[in-house]
């Protein structure tokens, strides 16, 4: 009994170790089996997500293009909508504006109308005055037309002689000249019978000379010609042996070639169809862009229309403005001339005004009582003058001659007070000279008291001989006080001023 339960206790201990062993093996296997499960759902839960997103993603970029499509239009009917809005407001200001401008216009024309008016007024009287100005310049010219005609015969006359005279001169100069011309001609035609002999015998030696060397030169080019075509057969034999062997290497370049040139036009074709879509594709994207481009080209050209209509009438306003501008300030400026020209008058008039009433206070009782002086004219002579200012004038000048006889007191006067002025002058001319000649003569007789070595260098005017002295009396010493009577003159007092004053 006892033996046999060692056995069995021996055995059984085996067994349990075994499966200990085979246990952890089992493990292991099952181990390893559950992780290479885990990685093939892994692989299979990352492929399924992959799939999935490159859908995803495919959807939303649909769903992008198919949204922006959609916003796209959205956005092109709002802003046509507020493209037509501010079209009908800037249409509604532009109208505003042209009525305005059309008021402003109509004002303006209204004052354009005016100044016509003004200026017609203004070129009737300028007109006037031009025609008078034009008679006097008529009358002037006729004058001048006499004048010259009389110089024109003195100077035709004077022409007539010296042109005689040349004349004759000429004729003599002439036939001087033609018997040179003989003499030189029969001259010319001896040595020109001599150049002709000596340029004959001249061109038949170099004939003869021409000739032989032409004959020389063909012997020695023929010469030359053998030698040289020699040569070029020798030359060419040559290069036939040398370059056979590169005519064979380029026949079978030349076969390659033509292959190669297949190739290239197979791809050529495919390249042609590859343009040919690719070009479909431009000419889809071009007919698009044109019809965007006609739409925006269509508002473009309507609003530089309303732009260029604008423009137009505005160039026109301006130009209306400058002109009616220009014709305020040509106003203006005429009508301060003549406001600065009337000014200057009334102040000459006023000058002269005082001037008189200056002068009544110096006047004395006979220029009170006879202000004017006598005529010094004798009675026929007064009485042609009075018929003839009686008679009714015949020219325009005499006819303003008239209109200006009321002045003649005024010219009297005024001449009496020039002749008064020009005698007033001469007088103090005068006594200026003879205080120089007093002033000389002290001098000279301080110089003969006094004594020194300048003095007694000169002359010496106290030194006299025979009753004469050594001063030198350019001009009489008169005493002022003696005065002569003398005849009253009657003088023009344009004449003494233009040829009695000193310039």
């Not at 260029?308 to 305020?328: C, I, T, Y």
């Not at 400026?333 to 200056?358: D, F, H, P, T, V």
């Not at 023009?492 to 233009?498: F, G, L, P, R, T």
């Amino acid at each position: 009994m006892g033996p046999k339960k060692k056995g069995k206790k021996s055995g059984g201990g085996k067994f349990s170790k075994m499966t200990e062993e085979e246990r952890l093996a089992y493990e292991e296997q099952k181990n390893l089996a559950e992780e290479e499960l885990k990685k093939k759902k892994e692989d299979m839960l990352t492929q399924f997500l992959k799939d999935k997103l490159a859908k995803e993603e495919r959807a939303t970029k649909f769903n992008i293009n198919k949204l922006n499509h959609q916003w796209r239009n959205i956005m092109r009917e709002n802003k046509s909508k507020e493209l037509k809005k501010d079209l009908e407001i800037l249409s509604q200001t532009f109208e505003r504006i042209v009525d305005r401008k059309d008021a402003t216009i109509k004002s303006l024309a209204k004052d354009l109308q005016e100044a016509d008016e003004q200026y017609s007024m203004a070129l009737r009287a300028h007109l006037q005055n031009v025609d008078s100005l034009i008679d006097q310049q008529k009358l002037r010219i006729n004058s001048l037309q006499h004048e010259y005609e009389e110089e024109l015969e003195v100077v035709r006359e004077e022409f007539d002689t010296e042109r005689s005279i040349m004349v004759d001169q000429h004729n003599i100069e002439m036939n001087d000249i033609a018997d040179i011309l003989f003499a030189m001609e029969q001259n010319f035609q001896d040595r020109e019978n001599e150049a002709k002999s000596e340029f004959q015998s001249m061109t038949d030696e170099i004939r003869n000379k021409h000739m032989e060397e032409k004959h020389g030169l063909h012997h020695t080019l023929q010469d030359k010609l053998e030698f040289y075509w020699k040569e070029f057969s020798n030359a060419l034999k040559m290069y036939q042996e040398n370059n056979q062997d590169r005519k064979l290497a380029f026949e079978e370049l030349k076969e390659k070639d033509d292959i190669s040139a297949q190739e290239i036009d197979q791809q050529m074709r495919k390249l042609t169809r590859i343009s040919e879509q690719i070009a479909q594709l431009k000419s889809k994207m071009a007919s698009n862009a044109k019809e965007c481009e006609e739409r925006n080209r269509q508002l473009k050209e309507e609003r530089e229309k309303m732009l260029a209509h604008f423009q137009h009438l505005k160039s026109q306003m301006n130009k209306l403005r400058d002109g009616e501008r220009d014709k305020l300030t040509k106003l203006t400026l005429e009508s301060n001339s003549a406001i600065k020209e009337l000014k200057r008058n009334i102040e000459k008039l006023q000058s002269i005004m005082k001037l008189g009433e200056i002068c009544r206070k110096f006047e004395t009782e006979e220029e009170k009582v006879l202000p004017f002086y006598a005529s010094s004219l004798t009675k026929e002579e007064q009485n042609d003058v009075n018929a003839a200012v009686l008679e009714a004038p015949n020219e325009a000048l005499v006819g303003v001659m008239h209109e200006y006889s009321t002045l003649e007191n005024f010219w009297k006067r005024f001449n009496k007070v020039t002749l008064d002025k020009l005698a007033l002058e001469k007088e103090k001319q005068g006594l200026m000279v003879e205080n120089q000649q007093l002033r000389t003569l002290l001098k000279q007789y301080l110089d003969g008291i006094s004594v020194n070595d300048e003095i007694l260098s000169q002359v010496n005017p106290l030194f006299i001989i025979n009753n004469k002295t050594n001063v030198k009396l350019n001009v009489p010493v008169t005493d002022p006080r003696i005065r002569r009577p003398v005849a009253q003159t009657v003088i023009e007092a344009s004449h003494a001023v233009k040829n009695v004053l000193p310039s």
